[in-house]
């Protein structure tokens, strides 16, 4: 089998992917941006062939690639980046080169288009917000008359919480299409409660090989609007009815042999429409896996290894590693900020969680406005033990 791996050495950690390919005997051929001196020792090892482009985005660099590598190694039987930023260059590319083992340019709206996935959820009997595509003020004024104030605003198409806004009155709608950024967006009712999200790698048949449930208290967008610090840990199981309700979507959506990262509100009171307090109501789809480092999190929180998971599903289209139920615990992400003046400082934070820390760094700028600049990942038994290891971080002076 020849699998191409878009960006591999983005997140670092993704050369995890390519590695449990390597032991099922993929030929995996690497294309990304970073110079092929400065990927990791780890990630060097598990490709057979890396081939550097100037810039990811330029499609005619990416089908040149491919060309080389289809001509080097015969047809290409599998290509993926599991980056919601190279979804559709995914797409394209397996169009032009015809491979059949993802989504092609025709299948790939659902999985981009915050717009089109209301009628797959709705398929899938899943309630979601009301929603409006925005065109103009007029026709913005005229949709809230049906939901009232406040309303929430996004990129039909988009990666993160950027440039996403609540609109609270009059004024801010206005302030809004006056600055609004040149690209489509939707405008949704405002849906009051945590984010969930439904994580899972999913077989041929769309059945899932793994399942897992993270937790987000404040948004994303919240997190990167406000400079927050950035908390959020997953789960030592999937509550019944988000997995429920997780299984439809992926159905609904005819999600095949991906790994998939879905997220939901979890009403915080009864929402005529949608639900009851603590229903969980569909958010937006993400085809690839959760942002950042959070696999490695679903990792610690399981005792498992998804990136091999993952690499089975491709190579066999099956799990071949055990679930350890009886390990299951939380895995606590806390994302600190350069400038609050924090009362335990990295020492202090290691004398006291080092036992249990899963992992810590520094993150990169381009993921630090979702997720924190320092980061500590922690293992925990009990949601008590959550909040305290959250206070200890966050305490400032």
Same mark, same amino acid.
């Given at each position: 089998?020849?699998?191409?791996?878009? +960006?591999?050495?983005?997140?670092?950690?993704?050369?995890?992917?390519?590695?449990?390919?390597?032991?099922? !005997?993929?030929?995996?051929?690497?294309?990304?941006?970073?110079?092929?001196?400065?990927?990791?020792?780890?990630?060097?090892?598990?490709?057979?062939?890396?081939?550097?482009?100037?810039?990811?985005?330029?499609?005619?660099?990416?089908?040149?690639?491919?060309?080389?590598? +289809?001509?080097?190694?015969?047809?290409?039987?599998?290509?993926?980046?599991?980056?919601?930023?190279?979804?559709?260059?995914?797409?394209?590319?397996?169009?032009?080169?015809?491979?059949?083992?993802?989504?092609?340019?025709?299948?790939?709206?659902?999985?981009?288009?915050?717009?089109?996935?209301?009628?797959?959820?709705?398929?899938?009997?899943?309630?979601?917000?009301?929603?409006?595509?925005?065109?103009?003020?007029?026709?913005?004024?005229?949709?809230?008359?049906?939901?009232?104030?406040?309303?929430?605003?996004?990129?039909?198409?988009?990666?993160?919480?950027?440039?996403?806004?609540?609109?609270?009155?009059?004024?801010?709608?206005?302030?809004?299409?006056?600055?609004?950024?040149?690209?489509?967006?939707?405008?949704?009712?405002?849906?009051?409660?945590?984010?969930?999200?439904?994580?899972?790698?999913?077989?041929?048949? +769309?059945?899932?090989?793994?399942?897992?449930?993270?937790?987000?208290?404040?948004?994303?967008?919240?997190?990167?609007?406000?400079?927050?610090?950035?908390?959020?840990?997953?789960?030592?199981?999937?509550?019944?009815?988000?997995?429920?309700?997780?299984?439809?979507?992926?159905?609904?959506?005819?999600?095949?042999?991906?790994?998939?990262?879905?997220?939901?509100?979890?009403?915080?009171?009864?929402?005529?429409?949608?639900?009851?307090?603590?229903?969980?109501?569909?958010?937006?789809?993400?085809?690839?896996?959760?942002? !950042?480092?959070?696999?490695?999190?679903?990792?610690?929180?399981?005792?498992?290894?998804?990136?091999?998971?993952?690499?089975?599903?491709?190579?066999?289209?099956?799990?071949?590693?055990?679930?350890?139920?009886?390990?299951?615990?939380?895995?606590?992400?806390?994302?600190?900020?350069?400038?609050?003046?924090?009362?335990?400082?990295?020492?202090?934070?290691?004398?006291?969680?080092?036992?249990?820390m899963a992992m810590h760094g520094r993150l990169p700028d381009v993921l630090s406005s979702d997720l924190g600049n320092d980061f500590y990942a922690i293992h925990a038994r009990s949601k008590a033990e959550l909040e305290k290891f959250r206070k200890?971080? !966050?305490?400032?002076?």
């Amino acid at each position: 089998m020849n699998f191409i791996f878009i +960006s591999p050495n983005f997140p670092q950690t993704y050369w995890h992917f390519c590695a449990g390919l390597r032991r099922h !005997g993929v030929t995996v051929l690497g294309i990304g941006d970073a110079p092929y001196d400065g990927l990791l020792p780890e990630l060097k090892s598990s490709l057979d062939e890396y081939y550097k482009v100037d810039d990811l985005s330029d499609y005619d660099s990416l089908f040149r690639a491919v060309a080389y590598f +289809s001509f080097k190694y015969g047809k290409i039987d599998w290509l993926e980046s599991n980056n919601e930023a190279w979804l559709e260059s995914d797409a394209r590319l397996r169009t032009d080169f015809n491979i059949t083992t993802g989504v092609n340019t025709k299948q790939i709206s659902p999985f981009k288009s915050k717009a089109v996935q209301k009628k797959y959820y709705a398929l899938a009997g899943v309630p979601t917000a009301r929603q409006h595509k925005v065109s103009d003020i007029d026709a913005a004024r005229e949709f809230i008359k049906s939901t009232g104030y406040p309303v929430f605003v996004k990129p039909e198409v988009g990666v993160g919480a950027a440039a996403s806004y609540i609109i609270s009155n009059a004024a801010e709608l206005e302030r809004f299409f006056a600055s609004k950024p040149d690209v489509p967006y939707v405008m949704e009712e405002f849906v009051t409660g945590d984010i969930f999200s439904y994580d899972a790698i999913v077989d041929s048949k +769309s059945r899932p090989l793994f399942e897992s449930c993270t937790h987000f208290p404040p948004s994303m967008a919240d997190i990167a609007n406000n400079n927050l610090d950035c908390l959020y840990y997953v789960l030592p199981t999937v509550p019944e009815q988000l997995r429920e309700r997780g299984r439809a979507t992926v159905k609904a959506f005819k999600v095949r042999s991906r790994f998939v990262h879905l997220e939901f509100f979890c009403l915080n009171c009864d929402r005529p429409g949608l639900g009851k307090k603590g229903d969980f109501v569909g958010l937006e789809t993400n085809m690839r896996p959760a942002g !950042g480092y959070t696999p490695d999190m679903m990792n610690y929180a399981h005792a498992t290894d998804v990136y091999q998971i993952w690499a089975d599903m491709v190579a066999l289209d099956k799990r071949l590693l055990p679930e350890n139920p009886a390990d299951d615990h939380y895995c606590v992400w806390y994302g600190r900020r350069d400038n609050p003046p924090y009362v335990h400082n990295h020492d202090a934070v290691m004398a006291e969680y080092g036992p249990r820390m899963a992992m810590h760094g520094r993150l990169p700028d381009v993921l630090s406005s979702d997720l924190g600049n320092d980061f500590y990942a922690i293992h925990a038994r009990s949601k008590a033990e959550l909040e305290k290891f959250r206070k200890y971080l !966050g305490e400032t002076k």
